[in-house]
């Protein structure tokens, strides 16, 4: 105990206990006595936390908004835009067969063939020098304008030459020793159709006459030549056959290389030795004639191809026709005409009283022989007499027969782009873009193909939609499909709500 200064006794320091806070008020108090500090602190994050909840909640609605905005839309549904196919329009000519003999008639590029009838296989002479040509030039192929390799002319080649001038047939001279071009030789074959230049070719070609038949013979196989076969290179033997139908497949395998077909063009060409050559096909450079062959033999009878180019609004397509085993004028006769002499003896009478006289007179009587040649080795002087007009005809008719298609119209409605939305259709129309037409033979159908684009809804007017490819043969044209207006699109708000957009293309003729 302490004492005061008076003396009495001083009072004991008073101890205050704190007992702990009940309920939730009391430990509130409690926390706010022990951490006031703290508790500002807190009270200034609040507002930067709930900004950032804020922005992430809107960034993820923006992302996905944006997501249902641009939603990808469906592919259009390719469809063909053809209910009906086109045809030709108009009836097919009657072409002007020849009366004896077989005929026919192509027109490559339309895939168009046509033969007067049945046909069985026959002798066609010179026309078999096409297939030498053409084995010659899938074997050794020529640039057009180029000569080629050289070719040597071997003692063999000579006494080939020697044997057909015995025969009659037709040659081009040569010696050997020399070399002819590989350009001059096929000259000399198609041009002026010698025996010999194709024996040459052959052996040059394949080792031998027999080696090179084969591969001719494989060639008309490849072709579809069913009625042909070969045994020789020139068609001088009359066991070489074909069909008219057959020899035109070799024509248009010819006249599709440009050496071949440059070549039969020629009026003339100058080959070594015999100087200009002519070609034997006459009308080539008449009528837009550009080759290709004649044959003749007293077996073959007159056989004779010809092609022309038909020509409709600037568009050019090749014509070729054939005819076979064609009449020939009478061969000419050779004669001998020979004189003797014949003497006649004339009695005269006398006057009365005057004796008898007689006279002698010799005159000259000519006297006429026939040769004893066979009639089937008598030369006529133009076996292509009645087969040109015939074969003429029938080219000139198949090239009339010719005609156009009008395929696609510029700005004809072709069809709809259908966008569907929120149980609805909507829809813009499309059409094609240019017109277009293609070269035919009355009756044939004209295939088509199209294709479609990806179309978005909102596209405008003149948007490509797809292409539309018409077809005869292997002339073919391309037409784009464009729109015509624009492509409905829904609002941004629906999109945002609801996503994506289904596109499809109908086409007019599915309506």
């Keep these: 105990m302490t004492t005061t200064d008076e003396g009495s006794a ?11 806070p009940s309920g939730r008020r009391g430990r509130r108090a409690a926390r706010g006595s022990r951490g006031g500090r703290h508790t500002a602190h807190r009270r200034r994050r609040w507002p930067w936390v709930v900004a950032a909840v804020i922005v992430l909640l809107l960034g993820t609605g923006t992302f996905v908004a944006v997501q249902r905005i641009d939603a990808p839309l469906a592919a259009a549904v390719p469809h063909d835009p053809t209910a009906a196919a086109a045809v030709v329009p108009g009836a097919a000519p009657v072409l002007p067969w020849p009366s004896k003999g077989q005929g026919a008639v192509v027109v490559p590029s339309l895939g168009y063939a046509a033969q007067s009838g049945p046909e069985s296989p026959v002798p066609i002479a010179s026309l078999t020098k096409m297939t030498t040509a053409v084995v010659i030039l899938r074997d050794h192929p020529l640039a057009p ?17 020697d044997a057909e001038l015995k025969n009659d047939e037709s040659s081009a001279p040569i010696q050997a020793g020399e070399t002819i071009t590989e350009r001059q ?12 230049l194709a024996f040459s070719l052959a052996v040059w070609d394949a080792g031998s006459v027999p080696a090179f038949v084969a591969k001719m013979n494989a060639l008309a196989s490849t072709l579809g030549a069913t009625n042909t076969h070969y045994v020789d290179a020139s068609g001088y033997d009359p066991a070489s056959v074909s069909a008219a139908a057959d020899v035109l497949r070799v024509a248009s395998a010819g006249m ?17 030795l015999a100087g200009t050559v002519h070609n034997v096909v006459t009308e080539v450079g008449t009528n837009g004639v550009i080759g290709v062959k004649s044959g003749y033999t007293s077996k073959a009878g007159a056989c004779l191809v010809l092609a022309a180019d038909r020509v409709i609004d600037g568009r050019s397509l090749l014509v070729i026709e054939a005819v076979l085993g064609q009449p020939t004028p009478p061969p000419t006769v050779p004669t001998t005409t020979t004189t003797r002499p014949t003497t006649t003896t004339t009695t005269v009478p006398p006057p009365a009283g005057t004796p008898t006289t007689s006279s002698t007179t010799t005159t000259t009587v000519p006297r006429t022989t026939t040769t004893t040649i066979p009639v089937d080795d008598l030369p006529i002087a133009d076996p292509f007499k009645y087969a040109r007009p015939t074969a003429e005809g029938l080219l000139a008719a198949t090239q009339a027969g010719i005609s156009r298609v009008t395929v696609a119209t510029a700005g004809s409605p072709a069809g709809e782009v259908t966008a569907s939305w929120g149980g609805q259709v909507h829809t813009a129309s499309y059409v094609t873009a240019t017109g277009a037409w293609l070269p035919g033979w009355p009756g044939q159908t004209v295939a088509s193909k199209t294709t479609f684009r990806t179309v978005a809804p909102g596209s405008s007017a003149g948007t490509r939609v797809g292409t539309t490819l018409y077809a005869i043969g292997t002339q073919f044209q391309a037409v784009s499909l464009v729109l015509h207006e624009t492509v409905p699109e829904p609002s941004v708000w629906w999109r945002l709500r609801h996503g994506g957009v289904t596109v499809t293309t109908v086409p007019a003729a599915s309506r």
Aim: net charge negative; hydrophobic share 50%; charged share 15%.
């Design 10 to 20: 001083a009072p004991e320091p008073s101890v205050v206990v704190l007992a702990e």
């Design 256 to 272: 599709a290389i440009p050496a071949f077909a440059e070549i039969v063009a020629m009026p003339t060409a100058t080959i070594p």
């Design 185 to 196: 030789m096929l000259e000399g074959l198609l041009l002026a159709s010698a025996n010999d």
């Design 145 to 161: 304008g180029s000569d080629g390799p050289d070719i040597p002319v071997t003692t063999a080649d000579v006494a080939e030459y």
